[in-house]
């Protein structure tokens, strides 16, 4: 209702004026219709759609900053919060590894699904045989080019990048983005494309672009104009 607009633009004002940087990045973070995608999303198990109680309610706790256990201390070491952000980024959370599966796994079934096939973690298309990139096109996806991308997931709330997020909505993530420039080799042969999420799901610059490309074009191949929204609210459940 846009009556209420003005006191609830005030009290957020008041809110983010006497914030603790922390709690401003995330604010920020969660201010965006990115990360609020998932509530659009249509509960469907065949979709992948629905979450356990568990889920939804950290989910919803941790955008809210709301308690959600006891104080303990993690196997690494560190004292976990009662907000058990910790968990999003410690080394030992096993959160990491699948959230940057699922990421790349709904960009390959995105893309496949608009005729665009494509490979997960390709071999031998850097000098360096350890180095692959997360997934590659097998068909020209622009200028004749085929596209290689690689997903980074990162914490919003990273001490590192802290001050930049408390200015800037998507700054850990377009940083993240940026540090993917190991790859640039590809460049020339492929049109490389870092995709940069974060754990309070906010896109990054390249990542946004990106997903628009591809929902347009799963719109365009299928003749469902809400393909575009739907993919986001994927991403931000496997966010
Ligand atoms: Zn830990």
């Known amino acids: 209702m846009l009556w209420d607009t003005p006191p609830v633009e005030s ?4 809110l983010l004026e006497q914030s603790l940087p922390t709690e401003k990045a995330r604010l920020y973070a969660v201010s965006t219709k990115e990360s609020g995608a998932w509530l ?3 509960p469907v198990s065949t979709l992948g759609n629905r979450l356990d109680d568990n889920s939804f309610k950290i989910s919803v706790g ?5 308690k959600l256990c006891e104080t303990h201390i993690c196997r690494c070491g560190t004292k976990v919060d009662s907000t058990v952000r910790h968990g999003l980024a410690c ?4 959160g990491g590894h699948s959230r940057h599966d699922a990421l790349n796994d709904i960009i ?3 893309l496949t699904s608009c005729q665009v096939h494509n490979v997960r973690e390709p071999n031998g298309l850097m000098h360096d045989g350890n180095m692959r990139p997360d997934g590659l096109t097998l068909v020209p996806w622009y200028q004749g080019k085929a596209l290689a991308w690689d997903v980074a997931v990162v914490d919003t709330l990273a001490q590192t990048y802290l001050q930049g997020s408390t200015n800037q909505v998507g700054y850990t993530a377009n940083q993240a983005e940026e540090k993917k420039r190991k790859y640039e080799e590809l460049e020339g042969r492929y049109l490389f494309c870092p995709v940069g999420f974060e754990t309070y ?3 990054g610059n390249e990542a946004r672009e990106l997903v628009e490309k591809i929902g347009k074009k799963v ?10 929204s739907f993919l986001k609210q994927k991403i931000s459940i496997g966010n």
């Open 11 to 14: 009290s957020s004002r008041a």
């Open 62 to 66: 941790l955008r809210l900053g709301a």
């Open 201 to 203: 799901g906010v896109f």
């Open 219 to 228: 719109a365009a191949r299928t003749g469902k104009p809400r393909s575009l």
């Open 108 to 110: 390959h079934r995105a």
């Open 40 to 42: 659009n999303a249509l």
């Open 91 to 94: 080394k030992h959370s096993a």
